[in-house]
């Protein structure tokens, strides 16, 4: 049910009443004062989203107080668990909540055994982090999760335990106080729209326990999933057609909005609500800064609806967020959902998640590529880029997943293009169908009944790396590093958090070997994933090679974001310029970019940038700023012009002191 704002006073008071009945149960819970006093400010503080997404999700179960009390309880035994490392980080981080709008931000990704074999191997990899300058890692999912059907890990069988093949719950929870150590926030997965079918819950569930099969969506037959499915998207039409998988053994069906072994959780069951609390407390208090709630979008479901989306969503995220204020205020949460723009935006919020990807700029970096052509990206962001609050976007070119052309059909109108027809032409060009592509990427489910598709593949060889390399053309292969440099640039530098897939900054091509693997061949994102290759990293110091080109060219664009304030969080205002092929954006009013999209020389009127450009210098030239009547930039060139009298802040690699 959703509440009228006629409701809101009625709310008021009875979330007031009904704090005032849990004190009791929290005071002798708490006998120090200290932390009771703490706990019962910040719960004041957050009690009112707690009853009001608990009310209008539950509140129609007879035993909604109970359920209420029992959230409390699961609260205070996280609270009272919590480190005092990790409480002392809750306190600084609560005199600081903006620590992660600075410019000494920078995001890394990767999977633990493919990157370093293991978490001591990543450990060991600390110094190349320090490197790089990362101060945000985020690791794919380390869990533990079926040997053969774990969707990379995205099928979790234990919030609790490591992958033995990764190593142990202690040496993760060290992992992420080393990491802290070195000014670096560790980032991990929260799975919390399904769990694998061998998750003890899902065990006990076949088995027959009505308890725990009330943890997922059960359906004794065929008429319900039939009555949802005309309405759901596929969201893997080619290896797991349709959302629901038959159980033999129960003769039942279950809800698996991915793959058949991803057994989608039932929010609607208050005990589940709990259950899921209860391991985000556990991770948080190993020591985790920052969850990554996968597949956001998909975790309320309702009839008549596709079961994306829905305002229970938010409202469970609220409610979560309510939870990690009280007891663990450190933690953030980061969005993943990669669906229309406004959808994408809906979970950004001081309250809600206030970190997100951002695949509305990642594709449009990549559609401006292909295009050649920036009116597009440029009205994109005039409208999606602009973000409220304390939150950050996570800016980043590729991921583990593929490439979905997210963009909304409706900005595209507006500039006269139709959507589904560029979605078709960007699919033919970056699997290098259309004539004279640079790109080689990979379809990923080709949906002959829709004609959708998605795309895999590196950055490197989306970006031409990979053809030019084959063409042992120096002039292609130098184009295709400065795309690399361009669109990496420009997250680096548009506002937010930078996330570097790793191996991106050392030209990683595309994993053909993936086909030979039966338990991957079927999925093609494998394409991008592949072992880090030892041979471009050791190579990355030597200026004359393309992995050194790459990695020097990045390491400089990071050395100067984190030199330069201007680059922190803020304020990004997306202009035009007189050429369609040139990007343009000011950071804080004070730093102006400017991106060459295309492979020719371009010029851009200079009087609309006067105030930069008169007696400006670009950061990343060699020689200062012609100041005619127009600017040229060389192919690919990105500019990132800062007016005179501006100096750069003292260097300082890392974190800054609220920080460590
Ligand atoms: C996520 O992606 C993960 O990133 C994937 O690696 C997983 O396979 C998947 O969830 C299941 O856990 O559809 O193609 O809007 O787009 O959650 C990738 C969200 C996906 C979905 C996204 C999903």
């Known amino acids: 049910m959703t509440l009228m704002h006629t409701d809101r006073e009625w709310i008021t008071k009875q979330a007031a009443k009904t704090l005032q009945r849990l004190k009791p149960r929290i005071v002798s819970a708490l006998p120090e004062e200290e932390l009771q006093s703490e706990f019962l400010t910040r719960l004041a503080g957050h009690f009112e989203t707690i009853f009001e997404v608990a009310y209008s999700l539950y509140g129609g179960q007879y035993d909604f107080f109970y359920h209420l009390q029992t959230w409390i309880d699961t609260a205070l035994a996280a609270y009272r668990e919590r480190s005092s490392i990790l409480r002392d980080l809750d306190r600084r981080r609560e005199q600081n909540p903006a620590w992660y709008q600075d410019n000494k931000m920078v995001g890394a990704v990767c999977y633990v055994d493919l990157f370093a074999g293991s978490l001591a191997g990543l450990e060991a990899k600390i110094p190349y982090l320090e490197e790089l300058g990362i101060t945000y890692l985020h690791l794919m999912p380390v869990f533990a999760s079926p040997e053969q059907n ?20 202690q040496q993760l929870e060290q992992l992420a106080y080393k990491l802290r150590k070195h000014g670096i926030s560790l980032v991990l ?23 725990y099969q009330a943890y997922y969506r059960f359906f004794d037959d065929r008429s319900i999933p039939n009555a949802y499915e005309p309405y759901l998207r596929e969201i893997f039409p080619e290896q797991a057609p349709g959302s629901f998988t038959y159980l033999p053994e129960l003769n039942k069906w279950v809800w698996t909005t991915f793959y058949s072994f991803q057994w989608d959780l039932n929010y609607a069951n208050p005990q589940l609500f709990r259950a899921m609390l209860e391991e985000m407390f556990f991770l948080a208090n190993r020591g985790v800064e920052i969850l990554r709630l996968d597949a956001v979008p998909f975790i309320w479901k ?14 469970l995220i609220r409610a979560y967020n309510a939870f990690m204020r009280v007891v663990c205020p450190s933690l953030l949460f980061k969005s993943e959902a990669i669906v229309h723009p406004r959808d994408v935006r809906s979970y950004i919020g001081e309250d809600k998640c206030q970190l997100s990807y951002n695949p509305i700029m990642m594709v449009s970096l990549w559609e401006a590529l292909a295009t050649r052509e920036v009116y597009f990206f440029t009205h994109t962001m005039q409208k999606q880029f602009p973000l409220e609050g304390n939150t950050s976007w996570i800016n980043y070119v590729r991921s583990h997943d593929d490439i979905g052309w997210g963009f909304a059909d409706e900005d595209a109108q507006e500039v006269g293009i139709i959507g589904s027809h560029h979605r078709y ?19 990923f489910n080709y949906n002959p009944r829709t004609g959708d598709m998605r795309i895999s593949g590196t950055c490197a060889s989306l970006a031409g790396l990979e053809k030019a390399l084959l063409s042992h053309d120096p002039a292609e292969i130098g184009r295709a590093v400065k795309r690399i440099l361009l669109i990496y640039g420009i997250c680096f530098s548009a506002g937010g958090i930078p996330l570097i897939y790793l191996g991106d900054e050392v030209g990683t091509l595309n994993n053909y070997a993936y086909a030979d693997d039966p338990e991957k061949k079927a999925d093609s994102r494998w394409l991008h994933r592949p072992p880090a290759d030892e041979r471009l990293y050791e190579s990355r110091h030597d200026p004359a090679s393309v992995p050194g080109m790459i990695f020097n060219g990045m390491l400089r664009m990071l050395r100067l974001r984190k030199a330069y304030p201007q680059f922190s969080n803020g304020n990004t205002r997306f202009v035009s310029t007189s050429n369609k092929h040139v990007l343009a954006f000011v950071r804080n009013a004070q730093i102006l970019v400017l991106a060459n ?47 005179a009298g501006h100096e750069a802040s003292p260097p300082d690699r890392y974190a800054d002191a609220a920080r460590a």
């Open 150 to 169: 774990n969707d990379g890990g995205y099928a979790v069988s234990s919030f609790r335990e490591v992958n033995p093949r990764l190593g142990t719950m």
């Open 189 to 211: 997965d929260f799975v919390f729209n399904h769990t694998s079918n061998e998750h003890p819950w899902a065990v006990r569930a076949l088995a027959g326990d009505e308890e």
């Open 302 to 315: 309702e009839l008549g609806t596709n079961c994306e989306n829905l305002p229970q969503v938010n409202m």
């Open 425 to 443: 032409f960007l699919n033919q060009f970056y699997t290098g169908a259309f004539p004279g592509s640079f790109a080689a990427g990979q379809p």
């Open 597 to 643: 999209f295309s492979e020719h020389r371009q010029s851009i009127e200079a009087q609309p940038f006067s105030g930069f450009l008169a007696a400006g210098r670009d950061l990343l030239g060699d020689s200062a700023l012609s100041t005619g009547q127009v600017l040229q930039l060389e192919p690919y060139q990105l500019m990132w012009i800062i007016p």
